[in-house]
């Protein structure tokens, strides 16, 4: 079992790096960035908006994974996979009801990752 936990473990890091790089990007290259969400950059406001919530984001959710798998507390899974939850159901929302394109290119891996760390936070064992 420890093979598999170890194995579960990088699962959930690689994707929790990502996101931690993620929002670091868009706190110091968001021009390099927002493309991959399909997004172009806002001025004034706007722009701190995009940089603000989004870094905020991706920082939230790599933060609370790698606590997770550091710390050995499941709890913090759960805010990650609401995170990653929230933003897949807003995307259809925004193309059932706002005539948004289906991004399934990004809502894919949400539900994949969010996926991901329901088992990590089912099978991982619980620090004491």
Do not use: K
Not at 15 to 26: D, H, K, Q
Not at 47 to 56: F, N
Not at 63 to 70: G, W
Request: net charge negative.
């Amino acid at each position: 079992m420890p093979m598999t936990q170890n194995a579960l473990r990088v699962l959930v890091l690689v994707p929790a790096l990502l996101f931690i790089v993620t929002g670091v990007r868009w706190l110091i290259a968001p021009a390099g960035v927002a493309p991959m969400l399909g997004l172009t950059l806002e001025e004034g406001i706007g722009l701190s908006s995009q940089v603000g919530d989004l870094a905020g984001f991706f920082l939230t959710l790599g933060a609370c994974m790698l606590i997770a798998l550091i710390s050995g507390h499941r709890l913090w899974y759960y805010p990650a996979i609401m995170l990653l939850a929230f933003a897949a159901v807003g995307r259809v929302l925004a193309w059932l009801l706002h005539d948004a394109a289906l991004a399934l290119q990004l809502i894919a891996p949400e539900v994949i990752i969010a996926l991901l760390l329901l088992v990590a936070a089912r099978y991982l064992p619980e620090a004491d």
